[in-house]
T-cell receptor, first 112, second 116 residues
Framework: GENVEQHPSTLSVQEGDSAVIKCTYS??????FPWYKQELGKRPQLIID?????GEKKDQRIAVTLNKTAKHFSLHITETQPEDSAVYFC???????????FGKGTRLSVIA | DAGVIQSPRHEVTEMGQEVTLRCKPI?????LFWYRQTMMRGLELLIY????????DSGMPEDRFSAKMPNASFSTLKIQPSEPRDSAVYFC??????????????FGPGTRLLVL
């Protein structure tokens, strides 16, 4: 089955700097890759997703890139702000009827 | 839409007691997932349903755990008897699954369970 590895497990950045979180997946048939943000005590919420027919997607300060050949995808946050501090989860799925497989999460701290 | 609804939001119980967690998926969604989240193990999938039918329960840790989905708008996760190591946040999530893989999965607010 699918396996998703996520790195780093923790990340600290200065406010205004960029943050990059990377994930690798094992199943080349996976074709949907969402990213979730979970603030302390809250539920995971989708912030951006990408499908395998697209190499990059951007939404304001966040972007996701996908390299199908290498089977990895990354989340990029630019001009980080304290409210970006949270745990970020990547996930992968190959069929709409199968569950998402999540990475272990990255705890991002943005230091003011 | 109110989103995925879970109850109770917090539950404190004593070891050996039965615990029932409830979930109402988003109307029209046909897939429902139960997850457990702890610091040590992260977000674990326990079981999921498609069209009210349990598809994969391999993530259910023990026979003490059971889940049902009697209709499209309600699911329960039961732990009987509960143990301290069951303490965790339990999330329910739902999505509209079909031929495409792009349907978003929405999480409920979670139930924070503490077993003493």
């Amino acid at each position: 089955g699918e396996n998703v590895e996520q790195h780093p497990s923790t990340l600290s950045v200065q406010e205004g700097d960029s943050a990059v979180i990377k994930c690798t997946y094992s199943d080349s048939a996976s074709n949907y890759f969402p990213w979730y943000k979970q603030e302390l005590g809250k539920r995971p919420q989708l912030i951006i997703d990408i499908r395998s027919n697209v190499g990059e997607k951007k939404d304001q300060r966040i972007a996701v890139t996908l390299n199908k050949t290498a089977k990895h995808f990354s989340l990029h946050i630019t001009e980080t702000q304290p409210e970006d501090s949270a745990v970020y989860f990547c996930a992968a799925r190959y069929s709409g009827n199968t569950p998402l497989v999540f990475g272990k999460g990255t705890r991002l701290s943005v230091i003011a | 839409d109110a989103g995925v609804i879970q109850s109770p939001r917090h539950e404190v119980t004593e070891m050996g007691q039965e615990v029932t967690l409830r979930c109402k998926p988003i109307s029209g969604h046909n897939s429902l997932f139960w997850y457990r989240q702890t610091m040590m193990r992260g977000l674990e999938l326990l079981i999921y349903f498609n069209n009210n039918v349990p598809i994969d329960d391999s993530g259910m840790p023990e026979d003490r755990f059971s889940a049902k989905m009697p209709n499209a708008s309600f699911s329960t996760l039961k732990i009987q008897p509960s143990e301290p190591r069951d303490s965790a946040v339990y999330f329910c999530a739902s999505q509209l699954a079909g031929g495409s893989s792009g349907e978003t999965q929405y999480f409920g607010p979670g139930t924070r369970l503490l077993v003493l």
